[in-house]
């Protein structure tokens, strides 16, 4: 697997996206995570795998911070991120709700 094969989006397609869009890419790329993760625990050695996990990881956490920066927090990691007023977040509908995409 090349890396020009596997490579996610970058960071600018991302902020073109719009709510569901991006929602479904923090999707697509969490899965991906899961999955090498998943990889990962029974071939420990694979390099290449490794150094996937590490790029999906990083383009999942900043796909997290741009939906957070601009929706509101999915996790509680990006909490900081998105909260001038704390907890003001809340009130947003959440994101399994068909009124928030």
């Known amino acids: ?14 902020r073109n996206m719009n709510r569901r869009q991006l ?3 923090i999707n697509q790329v969490s899965f ?7 990889y990962l625990d029974t071939h420990p050695c694979d390099a290449e795998a490794l150094a996937y996990f590490r790029e999906m990881s990083d383009h999942r956490n900043r796909s997290l911070k741009e939906y957070a920066e ?3 927090p999915l996790t509680i990691d990006t909490a900081s991120v998105s909260c001038e007023e ?8 959440w994101p399994w709700q068909e ?3």
């Open 32 to 38: 991906a995570v899961d999955e090498a993760k998943l």
């Open 1 to 14: 697997m090349n890396s020009s094969s596997r490579s996610p989006m970058n960071q600018a397609a991302c």
């Open 99 to 101: 009124g928030g995409c």
């Open 70 to 72: 601009t929706y509101g």
């Open 23 to 25: 929602m479904d890419h």
């Open 86 to 93: 704390y907890w003001n977040w809340i009130n947003e509908p």
